[in-house]
């Protein structure tokens, strides 16, 4: 579909998996609120291992009964409306660190929009 093609941005929050908002994992509330504020696409990524600003290093292990892993949230979609959800979840973010980056959208294709 058109109106996704061309330069937008690229929002990447990065948490925790343990993080929570109210109760749940705060990853799901961003992804609700990213939902509900009509972001174009927004994805969440585990990663296997990470380090932050406590130089703590988290990683991957089978042993443990408990696991704190790097998440990240990826949503793009054009700048004004990334920053106007950004200010929407920043009393969210405890701890947490956001990047913005130009994209630019080449191809978008979904069969709910194919004529």
């Known amino acids: 579909m058109k109106?996704?093609?061309?330069?937008?941005k690229k929002l990447k929050i990065y948490i925790d998996?343990?993080?929570?908002?109210?109760?749940?994992?705060?990853?799901?509330?961003?992804?609700?609120?990213?939902?509900?504020?009509?972001?174009?696409?927004?994805t969440v990524y585990k990663a296997v291992a990470g380090m932050?600003?406590?130089?703590?290093l988290h990683s991957f292990n089978v042993w443990s009964m408990s696991?704190?892993?790097?998440?990240?949230?990826?949503?793009?979609?054009?700048?004004a409306k990334i920053r106007g959800f950004l200010t929407s979840i920043e009393s969210h973010l405890q701890e947490a660190l956001v990047t913005l980056q130009d994209v630019?959208?080449?191809?978008?294709?979904?069969?709910?929009?194919e004529q």
Do not use: M
């Open 67 to 79: 696991q704190t892993l790097p998440l990240i949230i990826e949503c793009i979609d054009t700048e």
């Open 3 to 8: 109106r996704y093609l061309g330069n937008r």
């Open 104 to 113: 630019e959208v080449l191809l978008y294709k979904h069969p709910k929009f």
């Open 52 to 56: 932050g600003a406590h130089s703590e």
């Open 17 to 42: 998996n343990d993080d929570k908002s109210d109760g749940k994992p705060l990853w799901q509330a961003i992804l609700q609120q990213a939902k509900e504020y009509g972001i174009a696409g927004a």
